[in-house]
């Protein structure tokens, strides 16, 4: 055996630190003269280059809407067309390893987020007032037409043309004074015997505007204000002074990667020189191990089987006397048959020999009397052979020779798949089949207990017979054993389940203990009496079992009996531990 001591162990330790240590920096270095990736300051410059765009066009178009009265209809820039750059900006806030851009980026949003907000409000109230001044405009036209139409007073066309002209010049300019002027001529109406609809309009029109006017001018004003171009240029200079920083960092580092990488490799050189007198000395040490370890796999292996021989020899050893009996059950059926066939063979013989003479002397033809007699016998000796049914009683004798003679047969070859020496031959086989043979085998345990089979129509499944027969006897034992008095009632069931096939062996016997359920597949643990078990029998279940790749599963209930559920696929894994 090869023993490591603990100073080997230590030093192991300590050169495996020292070994992690030094690739941590390596991959430090390594990764800190990663070479720059311009595409996102590319990405960055032209989303700042967006946002100018925008917010340059938001300002050009609102002058444009706010000096330019008779343009209502006119195509606005749309209020939402920096909803990209805001979704641009998000992204690049919540990715970005640039802490210049990581501060800056989400106050830029903020500021574009805000004038976008109050170019859709000043969008809104603009093209609300001019429908308002039109509106005013209109009827006033209307009322100065019919005025003219009448031939009213000349005082009515001046005073209406100045309430539109002030009325557009507060527009424009929303001056206090010319807020009192459109006031005042507002309440020259009264004035003017102008009254109905057209009245209520004109008022209507001249509240809104006086109302609307001044919040308008108000978001125009803030408009004024609020403009995003000192700070995308220092977002912008933040940005390249950080970029230029990090190049020069990178650079640095390529310079410590450098040195670094020709150290580590003068040391792999010297280390590389260790490692050959090392090796060969390990190859040695290898060898030697692996010597070892096959020897030991050798000796576990053939214990192993020894171990499941024996607990055959063990099942065999209890089976004995109740399979001597079985034997020699049918062996009483061939021995009387052949008994009645011998007290039956001396009449025959008497027959065959009349028989024999009449043909003598047929043969012959001289004797008459002698023929006539020996026909007379033969005749007798055939007549009481038919009347006896001899032939009828020879046929169903033999029938019952044959029978029994199968029947030891079959118990005798159950026997001998049962007790092979090698580790069971691999084939297709039924285990509806394998069941009825463990019972044959197992029939002397049974005679106070009833067997209920819930057989199923299942595939054949490819498995070791004689190794899967073990184990169905060792639960059936089981729970003969598990019954008071051994008298109760075993149901077997077998179901296609899956991939695969599933048998229960289910009795009403007095159960496991809850306390004991964890150790019942643990090598020689036993609740039975000294010679009644060995220990090994569920034990060496659970791993034949577990070597066809199936599973095996107990259900119990103190009191009330126990099932064990045997799962096996139709064809073992390819990892499985069989021998054909």
């Given at each position: 055996m090869i023993e490591i001591t603990r100073s080997e162990m230590q030093q192991n330790i300590l050169i495996g630190l020292v070994v992690l240590i030094m690739l941590g920096a390596l991959w430090f270095l390594y990764d800190k003269t990663q070479a720059v990736d311009l595409s996102e300051q590319n990405e960055v410059?032209?989303?700042?280059?967006?946002?100018?765009?925008?917010?340059?066009?938001?300002?050009?178009?609102?002058?444009?809407?706010?000096?330019?009265?008779?343009?209502?209809?006119?195509?606005?820039?749309?209020?939402?067309?920096?909803?990209?750059?805001?979704?641009?900006?998000?992204?690049?806030?919540?990715?970005?390893?640039?802490?210049?851009?990581?501060?800056?980026?989400?106050?830029?949003?903020?500021?574009?987020?805000?004038?976008?907000?109050?170019?859709q409000m000043f969008i809104a109230e603009n093209r609300s007032n001019k429908a308002v001044l039109h509106e005013l405009v209109k009827?006033?036209?209307?009322?100065?037409?019919?005025?003219?139409?009448?031939?009213?007073?000349?005082?009515?066309?001046?005073?209406?043309?100045?309430?539109?002209?002030?009325?557009?010049?507060?527009f424009?300019?929303?001056?206090?004074?010319?807020?009192?002027?459109?006031?005042?001529?507002?309440?020259?109406?009264?004035?003017?015997?102008?009254?109905?609809?057209?009245?209520?309009?004109?008022?209507?029109a001249?509240?809104?505007?006086?109302?609307?006017?001044?919040?308008?001018?108000?978001?125009?004003?803030q408009l004024e204000k609020l403009s995003t171009g000192p700070r995308l240029i220092n977002l912008t200079l933040s940005f390249n002074n950080e970029l230029e920083q990090m190049?020069?960092?990178?650079e640095r580092y390529r310079v410590y990667l450098i040195y670094y990488a020709s150290a580590l490799l003068i040391l792999l050189m010297y280390a590389g020189a260790r490692l050959r007198t090392a090796n060969q000395t390990l190859e040695h040490r290898v060898d030697e191990r692996t010597r070892e370890l096959s020897a030991a796999l050798q000796h576990l292996k053939e214990s192993e089987l020894q171990l499941i021989q024996s607990e055959k020899m063990s099942s065999l050893g209890q089976m004995v006397a109740g399979v001597a009996h079985e034997i020699n059950t049918p062996l009483a059926y061939v021995k009387n048959s052949l008994?009645?066939?011998?007290?039956?063979?001396?009449?025959?013989?008497n027959a065959l020999e009349h028989c024999d003479k009449l043909l003598e002397f047929l043969e012959a033809g001289n004797d008459p009397e002698g023929l006539s007699r020996e026909f007379q016998k033969a005749a007798e000796q055939l007549g009481m052979l038919k009347q006896q049914h001899v032939i009828q009683e020879l046929s169903g004798l033999v029938k019952d020779g044959l029978f029994g003679t199968g029947q030891v047969s079959e118990i005798v070859g159950n026997l001998k798949n049962f007790?092979?020496?090698?580790?069971?031959?691999?084939?297709?086989?039924?285990?509806?089949?394998?069941?009825?043979?463990?019972?044959?085998?197992?029939?002397?345990?049974?005679?106070?207990?009833?067997?209920?089979?819930?057989?199923g129509e299942i595939p054949d499944i490819t498995c070791a017979p004689s190794q899967i027969n073990q184990v169905f006897l060792n639960l059936i034992t089981n729970a003969v054993q598990a019954m008071p008095e051994e008298r109760g009632s075993i149901t077997l069931t077998s179901r296609k389940e899956?991939?695969?096939?599933?048998?229960?062996?289910?009795?009403?016997?007095?159960?496991?203990?809850?306390e004991v359920m964890s150790k019942i597949f643990d090598p020689f643990f036993t609740t039975k009496e000294i010679g009644k078990g060995t220990g090994l029998g569920l034990s060496i279940s659970y791993k034949i079992i577990q070597e066809h790749g199936g599973k095996i599963s107990v259900e119990s209930k103190p009191g009330h009996g126990t099932k064990f559920t045997v799962w096996l696929p139709l064809t073992p894994p390819a990892e499985a531990n069989l021998e054909s």
């Open positions: 410059m032209d989303l700042l280059n967006q946002v100018k765009d925008t917010d340059s066009r938001w300002d050009t178009e609102v002058q444009r809407a706010r000096i330019d009265l008779y343009s209502q209809d006119a195509p606005f820039v749309r209020a939402d067309s920096g909803d990209k750059a805001l979704r641009d900006i998000t992204r690049f806030a919540g990715l970005t390893s640039s802490k210049v851009l990581r501060t800056g980026l989400p106050e830029l949003r903020s500021a574009i987020q805000r004038k976008s907000d109050l170019v009827s006033a036209t209307e009322i100065n037409s019919q005025i003219q139409v009448k031939k009213s007073v000349p005082d009515h066309s001046l005073v209406l043309g100045q309430m539109n002209e002030i009325a557009a010049q507060y424009l300019h929303g001056m206090p004074g010319q807020r009192t002027g459109l006031q005042e001529a507002l309440a020259q109406l009264d004035t003017l015997q102008i009254t109905g609809e057209e009245r209520t309009r004109i008022e209507k001249v509240q809104t505007l006086l109302e609307q006017v001044p919040v308008e001018l108000d978001h125009f004003a190049l020069q960092e990178k008994g009645q066939v011998s007290e039956q063979l001396p009449g025959i013989g007790s092979r020496l090698d580790r069971s031959k691999v084939s297709h086989s039924n285990l509806n089949e394998s069941l009825g043979n463990t019972l044959l085998l197992a029939k002397h345990l049974l005679k106070s207990v009833t067997v209920n089979k819930n057989f899956g991939e695969g096939v599933a048998v229960d062996v289910e009795d009403d016997g007095s159960g496991i203990p809850p």
